[in-house]
């Protein structure tokens, strides 16, 4: 064993623990810190070392400064615990027993925002750091997850070639982590994925809900059809994991998906997606009507109270059901678009506003292989930024654009079906409204503009003037001349 590790890790909950089994198969060395917890004989980090890491390259620490002593200059410190105020308690904890040039990592779900200002406060220590996102669960942390690393670029270097190392490859021998920009850039492509990963899982569940209410399909029939579309181009890791769970058994050989509370959780992410696009006038409409399905879930007594009371349309479905599930593979194909279109939107714009320079091709490649969304899909993504990096919106891409017009017409056709038949799809039928706005040259705003100069004289452009010269209408000839100056583009 070398007598200084290559990088500390400060935490051994499933993500820290597998994280450093993953960089110690790759032949580094790791130290191993994890807080006493009061009332737990054996110390987290003997059990591990004499569990799970037994016989390999650890190091064992009882303190920071234990851990700090054992490792090689420049140190590089990760940190996996939990987001918030525990991050920056760390960090000022560690600071004092760093030097010059040594690099704390915050690998956790930690908001972009705090990633600003950490970077901000660690460089003005002396020090540097990096905010890097890492997903793909359990399972990734130790085969190889993806990872979003931003904050300072001079770490980049130092970290690199451990980074590369466990993450993910793909087919084509290139690896899913790469510097994605500074600050907080990592964090927030994190944010990105994890409400695009919020988006997918719901539409997923909306297909299974029209199979199962609809069709009134039994779990392994829906397996046979998740199976078969894994085959196609809707192959991915959640479609691959819903055929999975559909045909696993409880232990009375009924379906144990039957048996599973309808009430879903959620850590925030997604949320946080949805707050920064209000924030910057992006409708992220799809990913955050996928987050309020899920606190309507969370409403599971007043549901059951409704359903009582509340009544479905008349009649069952009478249609080809096999055509309708070809159907729903398009409309669920032409969802995800919207889906991705609006997530690279977010990105565009978040680039502008912080002054980052993110590369969305490379994004959509980091993507490709050990998280949760890896899919085929995003080798298409990678390939329309390839052809126009300055690509606004991903449906105008020749491919996604003769996609959604290949599937319009299924699309339309399940979202009908379903909601005449009062199936909930709102995930589905939001990106199909996300595209007849976006498709559509003149929306109802000129109305909604001339209501809102009615009652508070916020003015309104004109289609016979140029952009930027507005106009007030004394609309009940008592309002006189004067205008507000709260007109917002």
Not at 90 to 114: C, E, H, M, T, V
Not at 352 to 374: N, P, Q, S, T, V
């Amino acid at each position: 064993m070398k007598e200084k590790a290559d990088i500390g890790m400060v935490g051994l909950a499933v993500m820290g623990e597998n994280l450093s089994l993953n960089m110690e198969s790759k032949g580094f060395t790791v130290a191993l810190y994890n807080r006493t917890v009061p009332g737990v004989e054996e110390h987290v980090v003997s059990r591990f070392v004499k569990g799970r890491g037994q016989g390999k390259k650890f190091i064992g620490s009882e303190s920071l400064e234990d851990l700090v002593r054992s490792l090689a200059v420049p140190r590089r410190i990760m940190m996996m615990v939990k987001a918030g105020d525990a991050v920056d308690a760390l960090i000022d904890q560690l600071i004092p027993l760093l030097d010059k040039g040594d690099i704390l990592i915050d690998g956790g779900n930690s908001y972009f925002a705090d990633t600003v200002r950490r970077t901000k406060y660690v460089e003005s220590k002396g020090m540097l750091f990096i905010g890097t996102g890492v997903s793909g669960g359990e399972e990734g942390a130790l085969l190889g997850p993806s990872i979003m690393p931003g904050g300072s670029p001079e770490a980049w270097p130092h970290v690199k070639p451990i980074f590369q190392a466990i993450a993910a490859g793909v087919d084509d021998g290139s690896v899913c982590c790469d510097w994605v920009g500074r600050d907080g850039a990592g964090h927030f492509v994190k944010m990105v994925h994890n409400g695009i990963e919020y988006g997918d899982m719901q539409l997923i569940c909306e297909a299974y809900l029209v199979m199962k209410d609809l069709l009134g399909m039994s779990p392994m029939e829906m397996h046979e059809v998740f199976k078969r579309w894994n085959q196609g181009d809707l192959n991915s890791y959640l479609i691959q994991i819903t055929a999975d769970i559909l045909a696993y058994p409880d232990t009375d050989g009924e379906p144990l998906v039957d048996k599973i509370l309808d009430t879903a959780g959620q850590k925030g992410t997604g949320k946080w997606a949805s707050a920064v696009a209000l924030d910057l006038g992006i409708p992220l409409t799809l990913i955050s009507e996928a987050v309020y399905a899920r606190c309507l879930s969370a409403v599971k007594q007043e549901r059951v109270e409704a359903s009582k009371v509340l009544s479905a349309p008349p009649g069952e479905f009478s249609g080809d059901r096999s055509a309708l599930i070809n159907d729903l593979e398009q409309a669920l194909y032409a969802s995800k678009i919207v889906s991705y279109t609006q997530g690279f939107t977010l990105l565009r714009e978040a680039a502008k506003e912080y002054g980052w320079d993110l590369d969305h091709g490379a994004i959509a490649m980091l993507w490709r292989g050990g998280c949760i969304i890896r899919s085929v899909f995003l080798s298409k993504i990678r390939d329309a930024f390839g052809r126009n990096p300055d690509l606004s919106n991903l449906m105008l891409d020749p491919f996604f654009r003769e996609r959604i017009e290949r599937s319009q017409q299924a699309w339309r056709r399940v979202v009908s079906t379903a909601v005449l038949h009062g199936v909930w799809v709102p995930a589905l039928s939001t990106a199909l409204c996300y595209y007849d706005g976006f498709r559509n040259a003149r929306l109802p705003a000129n109305l909604l503009q001339a209501q809102r100069d009615y009652f508070g004289a916020h003015q309104y452009e004109r289609i016979d003037a140029s952009r930027g010269r507005f106009f007030h209408t004394n609309w009940t000839g008592r309002g006189g001349d004067t205008a507000s100056s709260s007109y917002t583009l």
